[in-house]
């Protein structure tokens, strides 16, 4: 039912070309995340399968049907924005109860949809009908503001808005749920909450939903799966720990985690790479020809008390020690290449200082090849 297709999704804004061929394939229930940095068409993608802009070229299919003539109040889509998008000016029953108001307006007639406009307007929402009442109440309830209903929307704090805004787009029981950047606005305390709240009600609805987010943290520990968008295109759509370990692109790498990227200079007779002076053997490898960059993950990398007589082993300087709590980060200057290393900190680990000499490891099993 609540599947979503966009083949080629061709979106310009004048001579703009805000997305340049977007294909997505989402498995109805699944909770699926588009990330890319600000400005790489997340709105829009959006936008364009919720019906609220016009594409230029491509077909978006929901639940199996092409909607691309299908307009926005009957797409079966329930929307949040990053701006929550909420009347100022009504309280919070009324807010939620409002979607529910405006589908019925768009399924009357002229006269009938005037008339209650009219009397939404007037802010009376007329009586809410018993089952009007009991919906939207049972809604509040489950985002846990039943007993704010008839307070103004502003004097709610960020969370409790963002959560009436979700109320709102659940209340019409959409197929699909497209989530703009719905946490950007709260505090940081606030947002690993809600990414909790809005993970466990997909989960419990099993809605089918995009949630867009430019925070890889974000995207990694709440979907399913990840599509990394740059310049109106995709660049790469995998499970988190897939796109983590097996990045396609040096950009992919860099934007879901910090990373040590070196170009893969092999040399004639042995397999490997390069790092200025340093070599770091890949026997697993049949040839590292063919890859243009090798990706390290700071973790990936170990510090040794002592030199042994083993392969991939590097010395170097620390140029900046930080310490973060659980873990401490090292940038390290080995022969005027710089490489980042990440170790877990427990009590008694030692901490090198800026300055010092250390001891690299870097396991061919860390080394990615892109
Ligand atoms: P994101 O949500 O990833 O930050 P958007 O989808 O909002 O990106 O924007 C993608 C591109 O389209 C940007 O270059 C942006 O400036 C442009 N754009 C977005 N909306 C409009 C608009 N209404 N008119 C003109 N250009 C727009
Ligand atoms: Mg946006």
Known sequence: MGSITVNNLVKYYDDVEALKGVDLNIEEGEFYALLGPSGCGKTTTMRCIAGFEDMTDGEIYIGGELVNQVPANRRDCGMVFQSYALFPHYNVFENVAYSLTIRDLYGSSPGQ????????????????????????????????????????????????????????????????????????????????????????????????????????????????????????????????????????????????????????????????????????LLTRYSSTKSSERALIRPEGIEILKEKNDGDNIV?????????????????????????????????????????DNIILYIPEERVVLI
């Open 113 to 280: 949809r005037i008339k209650s406009f009219a009397r939404l307007m007037s802010r009376r929402l007329g009586k809410p009908t018993d089952a009007i009442y009991k919906k939207v109440m049972s809604i509040l309830e489950y985002v846990e503001l039943d007993h704010f209903a008839d307070r103004g929307v502003s004097e709610l704090s960020g969370g409790q808005q963002q959560r009436v805004a979700l109320a709102r787009a659940l209340v019409m029981e959409p197929s699909v749920l497209l989530l703009d950047e719905p946490l950007s606005n709260l505090d940081k305390k606030l947002r690993n909450t809600m990414r909790a709240t809005i993970r466990r009600m997909q989960q419990e609805l099993g809605i089918t939903t995009i949630f867009v987010t430019h925070d890889q943290e974000e995207a990694m520990s709440m979907a399913d799966r990840i599509a990394v968008m740059k310049d109106g295109e995709i660049i790469q759509e995998a499970s988190p720990t897939e796109l983590y370990s097996k990045p396609k692109t040096p950009f992919v790498a860099d934007f879901v985690g910090s990373s040590n990227i070196y170009k893969a200079d092999s040399t004639q007779d042995e397999k490997g790479i390069k790092i200025n002076d340093n070599f770091i």
């Open 315 to 355: 010395e170097g300087q620390v140029t900046m020690s930080t310490y973060f709590g659980p873990l401490i980060r090292y940038d390290v200057d080995i022969g005027g290449v710089g490489i980042t290393v990440e170790e877990d900190y427990t009590t008694g680990t030692p901490i090198y200082e800026e300055g």
